[in-house]
C-alpha cells in the first residue's frame, strides 16, 4: 500500500511563491508516476502537474509556466514549485502516484493512490 504525505502548503500573498513537497512510502522500486492535484471549495479536481520515473512531465493550462514539478526516484519524492500565485488558485493540492507504464503519466489518468492534501491559500 502505498502512503503518501504531503508538506510545504500555507499562505502567501498574490504573485508569492510556494513549493510543496510530497513523500511516498511502501513501494519498491521507483514509482512510474506521480502528480500533484488541487481542488477548491465547489470546484471539480484539476490536474496540476505530473512526472513520470524518467522525467517526462505534463502540466496543466492554467498553471504552465508558472509551476515546476520534479522528482527524486530514489526517494520517491516528488515536488511542486509555485510562482506567481494567483488568488484564485487556492486551494488543498493532493499528491498522487499512479502505477502501470510512465508512458500513461498525465494529468488526465486515473491515480491509483492520494495524499491526505496540504493547504495552499492566496490572499490578494
Known amino acids: 500500500q502505498v502512503q503518501l504525505v504531503e508538506s510545504g502548503g500555507g499562505t502567501v500573498q498574490a504573485g508569492g511563491s510556494l513549493k510543496l513537497a510530497c513523500a511516498a512510502s511502501g513501494y519498491t522500486g521507483s514509482l512510474p508516476c506521480m502528480g500533484w492535484f488541487r481542488q477548491a471549495p465547489g470546484k471539480e479536481r484539476e490536474g496540476v502537474a505530473t512526472v513520470s520515473e524518467i522525467g517526462s512531465v505534463d502540466y496543466g493550462d492554467s498553471v504552465h509556466g508558472r509551476f515546476i514539478i520534479s522528482h527524486d526516484n530514489r526517494k520517491n519524492m516528488v515536488y511542486l514549485e509555485l510562482n506567481n500565485l494567483k488568488p484564485e488558485e487556492t486551494a488543498m493540492y493532493y499528491c498522487?502516484?499512479?502505477?502501470?507504464?510512465?508512458?500513461?503519466?498525465?494529468?488526465?489518468?486515473?491515480?491509483?493512490?492520494w495524499g491526505q492534501g496540504t493547504q495552499v491559500t492566496v490572499s490578494s
Open positions: 498522487a502516484a499512479r502505477l502501470g507504464r510512465w508512458a500513461d503519466c498525465s494529468t488526465h489518468r486515473e491515480f491509483d493512490y
